[in-house]
């Protein structure tokens, strides 16, 4: 599956921003669609997963209540709604593909990338 994100940008602290993840190629039944973002040098962290049957989710503890998760069958499209955003928040947000359905904080379980959007939060 080919996935293309977007919505990234520069936002005060305390403002907020969607971002989408549009999926093409084949039809994401089974799969689980996570985010996660990364800073120059790190590891890329994990922020939130949803499956794509159930639409059930799971949030990191540093995004809990603040960003939400969601999914449009019709556009094959991912959501991550940013709420309260912090200057900690800035980072590149990736969105990623779990063929089994799993909803693991491990980069390394998703399969499938894609290219990433800028998020900054100014002070």
């Known amino acids: 599956v080919q996935l293309q994100a977007s919505g990234g940008g520069l936002v005060q602290a305390g403002g907020s921003q969607r971002l989408s993840c549009a999926a093409s190629?084949?039809?994401?039944?089974?799969?689980?669609m996570g985010w996660f973002r990364q800073v120059p040098g790190s590891e890329q962290d994990f922020v939130a997963a949803?499956?794509?049957?159930?639409?059930?989710?799971t949030y990191a503890d540093s995004v809990k209540g603040r960003f939400t998760i969601s999914r449009d069958y019709n556009k094959n499209t991912v959501y991550l709604r940013m709420n309260s955003l912090k200057p900690g928040d800035t980072a590149v947000y990736l969105c990623?593909?779990?063929?089994?359905?799993?909803?693991?904080?491990?980069?390394?379980?998703?399969?499938?990338w894609g290219q990433g959007t800028q998020v900054t939060v100014s002070s």
């Open positions: 190629g084949r039809s994401l039944t089974n799969y689980a």
């Open positions: 949803i499956s794509w049957n159930t639409g059930r989710t």
């Open positions: 990623a593909a779990n063929r089994k359905g799993e909803h693991t904080v491990s980069a390394a379980n998703y399969a499938d």
